[in-house]
């Protein structure tokens, strides 16, 4: 295949070798890597990261779903540099704070919905689900309700990789590793129409899909569930995006029972849906949100869990210490880069812009790429998208077994150039919110040789 080909014909470099040798690579078959060698990525400018092979690639995936503001911007660095010189550290802890942490919690509460004032820091958003995690336990137990222990999730959830995370997340795949779900946590259907709406339309699915949340509270009893724990769409299960109904038919059956909404903002948040949070696209109200990679467009990790009133009140109020953080919780310099990451989103326009033109664009010009013989289905909202690729339009039968062809269609698009994920059998994009309308129609021509390749690849062109 090309991209594995040229890799395992060329003859390692130094950085490859090192790599292969003492580097253990995070949600990777290192046995396969050491063997191919891992491509060496050593700049980026824009929405385009550079191989040091001089192969220029568009990242349609914004690293993992976080480079916002696109790569290469130089005030980020120069305020990291100052923040560096000034104060490169110091903790949150034992009654300190410093002014990039204080700033940056009082923008993230002005931009959130009304309700939610506090922000905790965290260096990533597993990080982030863990504290909620004890947050809301902690606070069912203030409330004096402490057999509401339990928390909801869904199927093919993604939260994050810490043994919490990867709990509250719906992934078969990471639960078969380290003895997961733990205790406490139990999931649900989740509202994926092309692979499970059967013959049901949409809006019947939607309900539908929302009402198994309804059947486990009444399984598991209110009294003893915490919260529910649920990304707006699903990324990394495949830019899940659910039907119109789903999410009204959620709230309607979340206002019946007293139990906690966390609205999963790690993707979604900093301006992916052309709002800034996708509790504000959606109309939800949580009681938490985490947040992580769009906060800093990745430049340095930080995370957070907003807090809404009804849960910062009770545990602030009544709860003495909180007994958890991090040491890199705030960190300045990451505040300080956030913040300036916030500023910029701001002051350039670009979320508006995803909101009123780009987004638009890219979904439109994503949608044509369902006429192609492979493709089964193009959804998206803002800037994520996601087709499925199958053999049969009608059937959806899938082309290879094993999801083979995702993986497929991954290496022709890198060799085109792109950076598309596979989710299984589902290609995926969720590109730089700078990323302009001329680029918007390089990536999709690039899809289209890529969806070409893979057709012919497969015998089906
Ligand atoms: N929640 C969601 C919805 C995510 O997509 C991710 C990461 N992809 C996480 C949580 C975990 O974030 P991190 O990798 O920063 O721990």
């Not at 931009?111 to 260096?123: E, I, Q, R, S």
């Not at 309900?207 to 949340?213: D, E, G, N």
Request: with cysteine.
């Amino acid at each position: 295949m090309s991209d594995t080909l040229t890799n395992k014909a060329a003859s390692f470099n130094d950085i490859q070798t090192k790599d292969i040798k003492h580097h253990f690579s995070p949600f990777s078959n290192n046995k396969e890597l050491a063997e191919h060698g891992s491509r060496v990525i050593n700049k980026a400018h824009g929405v385009y990261i550079y191989d040091d092979n001089g192969n220029k690639l568009l990242d349609a995936m914004a690293g993992l779903w976080c480079v916002n503001i696109g790569y290469g911007r130089q005030e980020l660095v120069d305020v990291a540099t100052k923040q560096m010189k000034e104060l490169p550290y110091y903790n949150l802890f034992f009654k300190t704070t410093h002014a990039p942490a204080a700033k940056l919690a009082e923008k993230i509460a002005s931009l959130a919905p009304t309700h939610m004032n506090k922000v905790f820091f965290t260096g990533s958003g597993s990080e982030a689900n863990d504290t909620i995690f004890r947050m809301v336990r902690r606070f069912w137990d203030l409330k004096g309700q402490p057999t509401k222990k339990q928390f909801i999730s869904r199927k093919n959830a993604y939260h994050g990789s810490t043994v919490v995370g990867a709990s509250l997340g719906g992934m078969g795949y990471m639960h078969e590793q380290g003895d997961l779900p733990i205790e406490g946590i139990s999931h649900i259907d989740q509202p994926y129409y092309f692979k499970e709406g059967g013959d049901d339309t949409q809006e019947a699915f939607g309900i539908k899909a929302a009402q198994s949340l309804e059947t486990k509270i009444l399984e598991i009893g209110e009294n003893n569930i915490a919260a529910f724990i649920a990304e707006p769409f699903q990324g990394a299960g495949g830019v899940i995006v659910p039907p119109a109904s789903y999410w009204p038919e959620i709230k309607r059956i979340l206002a019946k029972y007293d139990i906690l909404l966390v609205v999963d903002e790690v993707i979604s948040g900093f301006g992916r849906t052309g709002e800034w949070f996708a509790s504000q696209y959606y109309d939800l109200k949580p009681d938490l949100m985490p947040i992580a990679k769009g906060l800093s467009s990745g430049y340095l990790p930080i995370g957070g869990v907003i807090v809404g009133d009804r849960v910062a009140h009770t545990l602030i109020e009544k709860g003495g210490d909180f007994n958890h953080g991090f040491t890199y919780s705030g960190h300045p310099v990451a505040a300080a880069v956030a913040l300036k990451n916030i500023e910029l989103l701001e002051s350039e326009g670009v979320i508006e812009r995803v909101k009123n033109d780009t987004s638009p664009y890219l979904q439109k010009r994503w949608q044509e790429l369902a006429a192609h013989p492979i493709v089964g289905e193009t959804r998206g909202l803002g800037m994520v998208a996601g087709l499925e690729l199958v053999k049969n339009k009608d059937t959806k039968e899938r082309i290879a077994p094993d999801a083979k062809a995702g993986g497929i269609c991954r290496d022709f698009s890198m060799a085109n150039g792109l950076i598309m994920r596979p989710c299984g059998d589902t290609m995926i994009i969720s590109p730089p919110l700078v990323i302009t309308k001329a680029e918007i129609d390089e990536l999709v021509e690039k899809a289209v040789k890529t969806l070409d390749e893979t057709a012919k690849y497969f015998n089906l062109l």
